[in-house]
């Protein structure tokens, strides 16, 4: 039974140390690749994507009037991708082909 995982079998690898996780990870996929029944091995969460570290002065965000949580949300809005969240996906209505949609928000000058 596969409790709603989109593969018939699924092994989940979790931790606190995302390097060490994703090492383990690395080994269990190695030798599961050695298991002739067992094909398209992937993993489902994409591991290498693209991160910033934001660093709020909190004294000068004050005197703006800005919080914290003001700044969170700010950055999630202007960050958020529907590739980590939910797919979007459009159907060229000429070729048939389907293309995943993402959106890039560019800084200003």
Known sequence: MSFGSPTPVEVTVSGPNLAANREHADKLRDALANIPSLRDLQYQQSLDYPAIEVNVNRER???MGVTVGDVGRSVVAATSSS???SPVFWADPNSGL???CRWKFHRRA
């Open 83 to 85: 590739r980590y969240t």
């Open 98 to 100: 389907v293309t995943r």
């Open 61 to 63: 965000a004050g005197m």
